[in-house]
């Protein structure tokens, strides 16, 4: 899978990106009744607090 790297916000032109989680209540689920899901990854700006990027931590509970 390709590296994709975020160097700045595209909303507010800012490089002051962090990462954070979602789990919990916000797993990635396949379908409605799966037991197993996936933390979300979100690329955060700091400055102007848009989340600018996402992707899931297993892509292969997905499948």
């Given amino acids: 899978m390709k590296n ?4 700045e916000c595209p ?7 962090t990462k954070g989680y979602q789990a919990d209540g ?3 689920f396949k379908d409605k009744i799966a037991a197993f899901g996936t933390v ?10 848009s989340i600018v990027y996402s992707k899931v931590e297993k892509p292969e509970i997905l499948k």
């Fill in 11 to 17: 909303y507010c032109g800012s490089t002051n990106l």
């Fill in 40 to 49: 979300v990854e979100h690329t955060v700006c700091k400055d102007c607090a």
């Fill in 4 to 7: 994709i790297i975020i160097k």
């Fill in 26 to 28: 916000g797993l990635m």
